[in-house]
Structures are given as structure tokens and as C-alpha cells.
């Protein structure tokens, strides 16, 4: 072949791939304000593609199968998740009235009056100077953050039902169609079958193990400090469970950031026995079920090194907001998948050299 020949095909080669580049990027600008409800909608999928396929056994109709599959992932998750939303609005303008009003140093002083003569004194005058104002202002900006956002979402309730229905025909399409579009982008890609599905397997274990350690070890640990908060007569109960379920998200650090603080500031008011309690179920059974049932929950389908969870999960949610918990984790995977194809290859190549 002459280098006439070689050089054109060269040129065209790059021309090509470097069209597909363009058109790719052009194409993800286009359809970028729906990236996430479509990144929601293929993890539903994937979680709830099993049953889709029991249902289409007996059903032999993949459209009602994927419409009866719809149904329940509603009922299973979506209507769960708007009764507690609703409960959240009520309470959090309860606890947004209530920390508006509420007179933080004076109920210091009354706490550093009463253990005047006792040796924590001292440090209850340090507490009364510093640490009033900024629990004081702790409080009052999440509640008003939390007011703020929710208040937000319905006022932006047309734009929220849009990217809902945004998911919900994606889901639809991707239950339905779901394999067929995974053998297409297998058919497309040239790194082999068996990396294809290697990759694929990582998403989806990844995924299905950050869920699973945040529904399921988040919500007992919620569960468990909203009963602990209520019944030592914290106020908005509700509201602290749900943050403790959302900072479950969290490795290493997780619902300890709520229940110790709420702790440490019930001794400064006083409330020792409250206190007291918060602190040793935070330590002993909040923050034992996290050590007890993560590992078993999450360690075998995650597979990284527990740095490089923190990390990607603080990271993600920075870069990409509430979604990033899964994001930053499934990336990471994806790179750890990636470069342990690249050191399978790489050792054949010294080997056969």
C-alpha cells in the first residue's frame, strides 16, 4: 500500500473519530439538563430489572411488563418517599418557628447557674461565651436551609413533575429495552465482551451498594436517632432522623456529626441525664450498626479501599449535588475496573514479550 494511501486513511481515521467526539459532546450539551433524571432512571432499572424479567415470564408482553413493573417502583418508593416529604415541610416549619424564638443563652445561663459549684463550671463558661451563638446559628440555618429548599421544590413543582416524568419514561424504556441498548453499546465498543460486562457489573454492584448501605444501614441508624432525639425531647425529631439517613451517605463520618454534637450541647444546657443517654447510644448502638452491617452490606459488591470510598463519595456530592452519593462511588469503581484491565493486559504483554 502505497504512503499516499496510508497517509489519506490516517487522515480520515482522525476525521472520523474526532466527528463521533464532536457529535458525542454536542449531544450530551443537548440533553444535559436531563442527565440526571436519566442516571436515576437506568439505576432503577438496573435494581428492579430483576423482577421485570419474572413479571414478562408470566406476562409474555414487555410493555405491561415494564408498566406493571413502573407501578410498583411508584408504590415501593416514590409514594413512601412523598408522605415523608410532606411530613418534613410540617416539620420543618414547626422547628423553623421554634428556633427563631428560642433564647439559646439564656438557657445557658440557667445550665451554668445550676452547676455553678460543680468542676464542669469552667467549662460551661467557655460554652456560655462560644459555643451559644454557634449552636444558636447551627440550628437556625439548617432549619431555615431545609424550609428554604423544600419551599423551593414546590414553588418549582411544574419543573419538578417534568424532570419526573423525564425519568419515568426513561425508566420505562430502559426496563423494556434495557438489554437490547446494552448489547448495542457491547456491539459498539471495541474493549471485548468480557470487559464490557466487567464494567457493567462494577456500575451496577457499585451502585446497588452505595443504596443499599444508605436505605437500609442509614435508615436504622435514622430510625434509631429519631426515636432518641424525640424521646430526650429534642425538637424536630423527624427532621434530625432524615439528616442522620442523608449523612449515612457519608463513610467514616455519618450520623455522628448530628447525634454528637446534640449530645455534647443537652450536657451544656444541663439536660445531663439526655445527654448522657444521647452520647452512649450514639456510641455503642448508632455507630455499631454502621461497623456491624456496612461491611457485610456493602463490602462485597464495592470492592475499593475505604479511603478512596470517602473520598469519591464527599467529592461527588460536591460536584454533583444529592446525586453525587452514587456518582462519585461509580466512577471511582469504573476507574479501579478500568486499571485492572489495563494491568491484565499490560502483564499478558510482558509475558508473550
Request: glycine share 8%.
Amino acid at each position: 500500500m502505497s504512503k499516499e494511501k496510508l497517509g489519506f486513511d490516517r487522515v480520515r481515521n482522525i476525521f472520523f473519530f474526532g466527528l463521533i467526539i464532536i457529535l458525542a459532546v454536542s449531544l450530551l450539551y443537548v440533553i444535559r439538563p436531563f442527565l440526571y433524571p436519566v442516571f436515576w432512571a437506568a439505576v432503577i432499572a438496573m435494581l428492579f430489572h430483576p423482577l421485570y424479567e419474572r413479571l414478562d415470564k408470566y406476562l409474555k408482553l414487555p410493555s405491561l411488563s415494564a408498566l406493571s413493573t413502573l407501578v410498583l417502583v411508584v408504590i415501593i418508593i416514590f409514594l413512601p418517599l412523598t408522605l415523608l416529604s410532606t411530613l418534613l415541610i410540617n416539620e420543618s416549619v414547626g422547628l423553623y418557628q421554634t428556633v427563631s424564638h428560642w433564647n439559646f443563652s439564656a438557657q445557658l445561663q440557667d445550665a451554668t447557674q445550676k452547676l455553678n459549684n460543680t468542676p464542669l463550671a469552667p467549662i460551661l463558661d467557655d460554652v456560655q461565651s462560644e459555643w451559644g451563638s454557634y449552636a444558636a446559628d447551627a440550628a437556625k440555618t439548617i432549619s431555615i436551609f431545609l424550609f428554604n429548599n423544600i419551599k423551593s421544590i414546590t414553588e418549582n413543582s411544574l419543573r419538578f413533575i417534568f424532570m419526573l416524568f423525564i425519568m419515568f419514561y426513561s425508566l420505562f424504556y430502559f426496563l423494556k429495552d434495557g438489554t437490547k441498548l446494552l448489547k448495542q453499546i457491547m456491539h459498539l465498543s471495541p474493549l471485548g465482551d468480557e470487559h464490557e460486562i466487567m464494567l457493567y457489573e462494577k456500575f451496577r454492584s457499585t451502585a446497588r451498594a452505595t443504596l443499599k448501605g444508605t436505605f437500609i444501614v442509614g435508615g436504622v441508624q435514622g430510625v434509631i436517632g429519631g426515636i432518641l432525639f424525640w424521646a430526650t425531647g429534642i425538637e424536630g425529631a423527624l427532621i434530625w432522623s432524615i439528616i442522620m439517613i442523608a449523612f449515612a451517605t457519608i463513610p467514616a463520618i455519618g450520623p455522628s456529626i448530628i447525634w454528637f454534637p446534640a449530645g455534647l450541647i443537652m450536657l451544656a444546657l444541663g439536660n445531663f441525664w439526655q445527654g448522657l443517654i444521647i452520647l452512649l447510644v450514639g456510641f455503642f448502638i448508632i455507630s455499631t450498626i454502621d461497623n456491624l452491617i456496612r461491611p457485610k452490606l456493602v463490602g462485597k459488591d464495592i470492592q475499593m479501599h475505604p479511603l478512596l470510598v470517602l473520598f469519591s463519595t464527599l467529592g461527588g456530592i460536591f460536584l454533583f449535588g444529592i446525586s453525587g452519593f452514587v456518582i462519585g462511588p461509580v466512577i471511582a469503581s469504573l476507574f479501579v475496573a478500568v486499571m485492572a484491565i489495563y494491568d491484565h493486559h499490560y502483564r499478558n504483554e510482558l509475558q508473550n514479550n
